[in-house]
């Protein structure tokens, strides 16, 4: 019977050794790391359809401030006015006839196809005091 229990125990030794032989190996593993994440890039918009470009009018104003656009590429922008500190009610573009409302919280939609390069203002009702630059190539 005592030999019995040395082997027993002896055989729970040796199981419990490898177990943690088996633990320090994977440990020493290096970690694979997962792939990078491609660099995700805007899909171009199909021929007709007009880029979306999101807005937001906050304390600090428009943002972003400045927005890089294309000669006679349709965009839409999607204005959602987040603060109440502002004089930035509406939307206007300087040069053309676009005077968008824009109610506190609520996504507004305003299409626009720049017809020539340069920069055009864009911001607020008074005199544009909050606004910022659409810069047209």
Same mark, same amino acid.
């Given at each position: 019977?005592?030999?019995?229990?040395? =082997? =027993? &125990?002896?055989?729970?030794?040796?199981?419990?050794?490898?177990?943690?032989?088996?633990?320090?190996? !994977?440990?020493?593993?290096?970690? +694979?790391?997962?792939?990078?994440?491609? $660099?995700?890039k805007?899909?171009?918009?199909?021929? *007709?359809?007009?880029?979306? +470009? $999101?807005?937001?009018?906050? $304390?600090?104003?428009?943002e972003?401030?400045?927005?890089?656009?294309?000669?006679? !590429?349709?965009?839409?922008?999607?204005?959602?006015?987040?603060?109440?500190?502002?004089?930035?009610? $509406?939307?206007? &573009?300087? !040069?053309?006839? &676009?005077?968008?409302?824009?109610? %506190?919280?609520?996504?507004?939609?305003?299409?626009?196809?720049?017809?020539?390069? *340069?920069?055009?203002k864009?911001?607020?009702?008074?005199?544009?005091?909050?606004?910022?630059?659409l %810069? =047209?190539?």
């Amino acid at each position: 019977m005592r030999t019995l229990s040395l =082997v =027993v &125990i002896a055989t729970l030794f040796v199981t419990a050794c490898k177990k943690e032989e088996v633990k320090a190996v !994977e440990a020493a593993k290096p970690a +694979v790391a997962a792939p990078a994440p491609a $660099e995700v890039k805007p899909a171009p918009a199909p021929a *007709g359809a007009a880029r979306v +470009v $999101e807005l937001k009018v906050t $304390e600090n104003g428009f943002e972003p401030g400045n927005v890089k656009l294309k000669k006679d !590429e349709p965009v839409k922008f999607v204005v959602t006015r987040v603060t109440d500190a502002t004089c930035a009610t $509406e939307l206007l &573009i300087a !040069e053309t006839d &676009i005077k968008a409302e824009l109610p %506190l919280n609520k996504p507004v939609e305003v299409a626009w196809t720049p017809t020539k390069a *340069g920069q055009v203002k864009f911001g607020c009702a008074m005199d544009m005091m909050v606004g910022g630059l659409l %810069l =047209v190539e």
